[in-house]
């Protein structure tokens, strides 16, 4: 799968993420934020481009509506953030924290999702175009009614994943761990597996493997 990366320019300018009160519109762009702490904060419609953001702390905000575009962000904790209809663009996230964040509702292009922890992440009615969840931990994460297009899972944790009412077709689970999955039989045709997941989806079945 071909991905565009973010568009993020050489020169950036140093900046606090508090500095988004400084604007008459909550938008940040061409800066590099690193260790700001922008904790139990609400702003609806947030736009953040062009930017490198690094070790900060938005848990429990509430950012509906959030627009990212051309953004990277390493090592940075969205824990219980509510991120719903987010529109997310050539966005990377390495090694952040997603537990209980509410990323429903959302439009996701070209996003990747790189040794994040997503436990119990909510993803319900998102599209999703050009994803990749590359060594994630997906325990119980909730993808309900998602519409998913080249999405990948890699090497990632998927137990307990709800995939209820979301077509798998063309999707590849194959290098991923879970012990069960919720989905129905005829949304999981046409789902890449590998052949021991294929076995654990029969016993999921009720059928006998001898």
């Known amino acids: 799968m071909k991905m565009k990366k973010p568009n993020i320019s050489e020169q950036l300018t140093p900046g606090e993420f508090s500095q ?10 061409q800066m590099n934020i690193s260790g700001s702490t922008f904790e139990h904060e609400t702003i609806d419609r947030v736009h ?4 490198i953001i690094s070790k900060c702390s938005f848990q429990n905000n509430s950012f509906q509506r959030i627009d990212l575009t051309d953004v990277q ?5 969205f824990s219980n ?17 997603f537990m209980g964040a509410d990323l429903s509702d959302g439009r996701f292009g ?26 994630c931990n997906l325990t119980s994460a909730d ?6 297009k080249e999405v990948e899972y890699t090497d990632s944790k998927l137990d307990g994943v709800s995939f209820d009412r979301t ?8 290098t991923s761990q879970f012990d069960s999955l919720v989905v129905s039989l ?3 045709k046409g789902c890449i597996v590998s052949e021991w997941q294929a076995l654990a989806f029969a016993r999921m079945l009720g059928l006998v493997v001898k």
């Not at 953040?48 to 930017?51: E, I, K, R, V």
């Not at 962000?73 to 904790?77: A, I, N, Q, V």
């Not at 077509?167 to 194959?174: E, T």
């Open 20 to 29: 988004i009160f400084d604007e008459e519109d909550p938008y940040l762009s």
């Open 48 to 51: 953040l481009s062009n930017m």
């Open 186 to 188: 005829e949304d999981l």
């Open 143 to 148: 993808f309900y009614q998602c519409k998913l």
């Open 73 to 77: 962000f390493e090592h940075c904790d």
């Open 167 to 174: 077509k798998l077709k063309g999707i590849d689970l194959s």
């Open 110 to 135: 070209h996003v990747t999702f790189n040794e994040c922890l997503l436990n119990l992440s909510q993803f319900g009615d998102s599209k999703m175009e050009k994803v990749t969840f590359q060594a």
């Open 81 to 97: 953030a509510d991120l719903s209809e987010a529109s997310i663009h050539r966005v990377t996230f390495k090694n952040c924290k």
